[in-house]
């Protein structure tokens, strides 16, 4: 049999690389890698083998072999991949084909954009989404009258974009069997005018009330919806999200779970399902794991309270424009306090939604009580948003291991009519990046995408200027508060990971971490800090392939 004989010097270079060590598929050089790991903070080469990160330094030969592609990153910089640590995924891909209100100023408008949405729609059924803020429209809450006379026999249901608060139409409010007569939910509210007439909006509980009344999408909508929400997230840099649910929970579960065995699935996705339902999750988490592939399950999200926009989050005195209330208990807080105690017992993952004062103070106290009674262990629990904090509050995150899950970019919005609902004392633990971390406590960020942008550059902008939206805050609503640009990407890199039982697997850029990076056009750590939002992402690995590239 025929032989082809390679030169030899070929052999010595194919034997020189074998004593190396290991052989990259790629290697990204001529950049900065900003690797979030102490011991080599910084870089110009990583080189990937597979889904793993096999080297990481200034010699772009290291792990360089005769089929290793090479990638010039022209001074680019690489970060760990971000992770979203808060959304409701598939709920985003739906929005982005839906009504969008978020940046209408006027009654005028609001009506026009949804008459404008129903004579083009084209996707049969309820029409969802939305995102409006009465606040950029003059304060005052929209009504069913404003658009019964352009949405017809459709039924519509459109959320504020905090999602605690929406408007139904009268169709909406029919078909779910809702008048005048219809008493409020435990936890939520149908809201009435002076003459006893339902305006149309309804609150926190009462949302759901309605939402019985929608059928359920159909498998294919929700892949669909999978498809858009994921090309979203890539194109912003984002490798994983944890995913907060809203149809249900199991229904993107099951979503996930296909789209990974079937490999649609092109980034990464940890599954929260209701904390009321924790015994279903435990018999899944006893029979299968916890999760394979890009999607792992194992988490629970429950609520205490609802928002500050909606006046709905629980807080110790009452609101400065509505002192008849003090916010809402979402949940029965007996119940809660049991199904913490029994997923914990159960070693299951708890992430708790608290926006008040209040509401923040019972969940911690809860976590306490859950390690007293249940043996101290690395349990991870987490307050989901921890907005509203007193200083005690503060030190108790630390003190207790507890992470607080936040959302930078809420302060944009929030920050230009906060101080209508609460006052100053109040207003200086809103936020409180800068005091969480120097106590100690481990915090975590994302962006509870649809309530705010699916984009980790906006939320970085966002922490280290604390800008509001209406231009009055430039240098910082509450400054004290602002981070660096390296804490920030600390924040939406390992600290995401650590966050969700992740740390050793990703979050920084090290020798045999999982291959989940973001490249950026500009060193952010560089640049003006009023100038971060300008960045974008060139490209997008997810387990070692790019998913993304611009």
Same mark, same amino acid.
């Given at each position: %049999?025929?032989?082809?004989?390679?030169?030899?010097?070929?052999?010595?270079? %194919?034997?020189? +690389?074998?004593?190396?060590?290991?052989?990259?598929?790629?290697?990204y050089?001529?950049?900065? +890698?900003?690797?979030?790991?102490?011991?080599?903070?910084a870089?110009?080469?990583?080189?990937?083998?597979?889904?793993?990160?096999?080297?990481?330094?200034?010699?772009?030969?290291?792990?360089?072999?005769?089929?290793?592609?090479?990638?010039?990153?022209?001074?680019m910089?690489v970060?760990?991949?971000?992770?979203?640590?808060?959304?409701?995924?598939?709920?985003?891909?739906?929005?982005?084909?839906?009504?969008?209100?978020?940046?209408?100023?006027?009654?005028?408008?609001?009506?026009?954009?949804?008459?404008?949405?129903?004579?083009n729609?084209?996707?049969?059924?309820?029409?969802?989404?939305?995102?409006w803020?009465?606040?950029? %429209?003059?304060g005052?809450?929209?009504?069913?009258?404003?658009?019964?006379?352009?949405?017809?026999?459709m039924p519509?249901?459109?959320?504020?974009?905090?999602?605690?608060m929406?408007?139904?139409?009268?169709?909406?409010?029919?078909?779910?069997?809702?008048?005048?007569?219809?008493?409020?939910p435990?936890?939520?509210i149908?809201?009435?005018?002076?003459?006893?007439?339902?305006?149309?909006?309804?609150?926190?509980?009462?949302m759901a009330?309605?939402?019985?009344?929608?059928?359920?999408?159909?498998?294919?909508?929700?892949?669909?919806?999978?498809?858009?929400? %994921?090309?979203?997230?890539?194109?912003?840099g984002?490798? *994983?999200?944890?995913?907060m649910?809203?149809?249900?929970?199991?229904?993107?579960? *099951?979503t996930?779970r296909?789209?990974?065995?079937?490999?649609?699935?092109?980034?990464?996705?940890?599954?929260?399902?209701?904390?009321?339902?924790?015994?279903r999750?435990?018999?899944?988490v006893?029979? *299968?794991?916890?999760?394979?592939?890009?999607?792992?399950?194992?988490g629970?999200?429950?609520?205490?309270?609802?928002?500050?926009?909606?006046t709905?989050a629980?807080?110790?005195a009452?609101?400065?424009?509505?002192?008849?209330?003090?916010?809402?208990?979402?949940?029965?807080?007996?119940?809660?306090?049991?199904?913490?105690?029994?997923?914990?017992?159960?070693?299951?993952?708890?992430?708790v939604h608290a926006?008040?004062?209040?509401a923040?103070?019972?969940?911690?106290?809860?976590?306490?009580?859950a390690?007293r009674?249940?043996?101290?262990?690395?349990?991870?629990f987490?307050?989901?948003?921890?907005?509203?904090?007193?200083?005690?509050?503060?030190?108790?995150?630390?003190?207790?291991?507890?992470?607080?899950?936040?959302?930078?970019f809420?302060?944009?919005?929030?920050? +230009?009519w906060?101080?209508?609902?609460?006052?100053?004392p109040?207003?200086?633990?809103?936020?409180?990046?800068?005091?969480?971390?120097v106590?100690?406590?481990?915090?975590?960020?994302?962006?509870?995408?649809?309530?705010?942008?699916?984009?980790?550059i906006?939320?970085?902008?966002?922490?280290?200027?604390?800008?509001?939206?209406?231009?009055?805050?430039p240098?910082?609503?509450?400054?004290?508060?602002?981070?660096?640009?390296?804490?920030?990407?600390?924040?939406?890199?390992?600290?995401?990971?650590?966050?969700?039982f992740?740390?050793?697997?990703?979050?920084?850029?090290?020798?045999?971490?999982?291959?989940?990076?973001?490249?950026?056009?500009?060193?952010?750590?560089?640049?003006?800090?009023?100038? +971060?939002?300008t960045a974008?992402?060139?490209?997008?690995?997810?387990?070692?392939k790019?998913?993304?590239?611009?």
């Amino acid at each position: %049999m025929y032989r082809r004989q390679w030169p030899g010097w070929i052999y010595l270079v %194919m034997g020189l +690389i074998s004593c190396q060590g290991p052989v990259a598929d790629v290697v990204y050089h001529s950049g900065y +890698i900003w690797t979030g790991d102490s011991s080599l903070p910084a870089a110009s080469v990583v080189a990937i083998q597979g889904d793993k990160i096999v080297y990481v330094g200034n010699d772009p030969s290291a792990a360089r072999g005769l089929q290793t592609l090479m990638v010039d990153l022209q001074g680019m910089m690489v970060i760990p991949g971000f992770i979203d640590n808060h959304t409701h995924f598939l709920l985003g891909g739906y929005s982005l084909q839906s009504v969008q209100l978020k940046s209408v100023r006027s009654r005028q408008a609001f009506i026009q954009t949804v008459a404008d949405f129903c004579r083009n729609r084209k996707m049969p059924g309820w029409i969802r989404g939305g995102d409006w803020d009465h606040e950029s %429209m003059g304060g005052a809450l929209p009504a069913r009258d404003w658009i019964d006379s352009v949405t017809g026999d459709m039924p519509v249901l459109l959320t504020r974009y905090d999602g605690h608060m929406a408007l139904a139409n009268s169709r909406a409010l029919a078909l779910a069997g809702i008048d005048a007569q219809t008493p409020n939910p435990s936890g939520g509210i149908f809201v009435k005018d002076a003459q006893g007439r339902l305006t149309g909006i309804v609150k926190d509980e009462a949302m759901a009330v309605v939402e019985k009344a929608i059928p359920p999408y159909s498998q294919q909508a929700l892949d669909s919806f999978l498809e858009n929400a %994921m090309s979203h997230a890539l194109e912003h840099g984002v490798t *994983e999200v944890d995913d907060m649910s809203y149809f249900g929970g199991w229904r993107e579960w *099951e979503t996930y779970r296909k789209a990974d065995r079937d490999g649609r699935l092109r980034l990464r996705v940890y599954s929260f399902m209701p904390l009321r339902e924790w015994p279903r999750l435990d018999s899944l988490v006893e029979k *299968e794991g916890r999760g394979t592939g890009l999607h792992r399950w194992g988490g629970l999200k429950g609520f205490v309270d609802g928002s500050l926009g909606s006046t709905t989050a629980w807080f110790h005195a009452p609101y400065l424009d509505d002192t008849v209330t003090r916010g809402l208990q979402v949940t029965d807080t007996n119940d809660l306090r049991q199904w913490v105690l029994g997923a914990d017992k159960a070693g299951l993952h708890v992430a708790v939604h608290a926006i008040g004062d209040h509401a923040n103070d019972f969940i911690l106290d809860v976590y306490e009580e859950a390690d007293r009674r249940n043996g101290h262990r690395d349990r991870r629990f987490r307050v989901e948003h921890a907005q509203h904090l007193s200083a005690y509050a503060i030190k108790r995150f630390a003190a207790l291991g507890v992470i607080p899950s936040m959302q930078p970019f809420h302060l944009v919005d929030d920050g +230009i009519w906060a101080g209508k609902r609460i006052d100053t004392p109040r207003l200086r633990g809103t936020y409180a990046f800068r005091s969480l971390l120097v106590s100690g406590a481990m915090v975590s960020f994302g962006s509870d995408w649809t309530v705010a942008p699916l984009d980790p550059i906006a939320g970085i902008d966002a922490a280290v200027n604390r800008r509001t939206a209406d231009g009055n805050n430039p240098s910082g609503w509450f400054p004290k508060e602002r981070l660096t640009v390296a804490e920030a990407l600390a924040c939406y890199t390992s600290h995401n990971a650590f966050a969700g039982f992740r740390d050793q697997a990703r979050g920084r850029i090290r020798i045999g971490m999982q291959a989940d990076l973001t490249v950026l056009d500009k060193n952010i750590l560089e640049m003006p800090t009023d100038s +971060i939002r300008t960045a974008r992402v060139m490209r997008t690995l997810v387990a070692g392939k790019e998913q993304f590239v611009r």
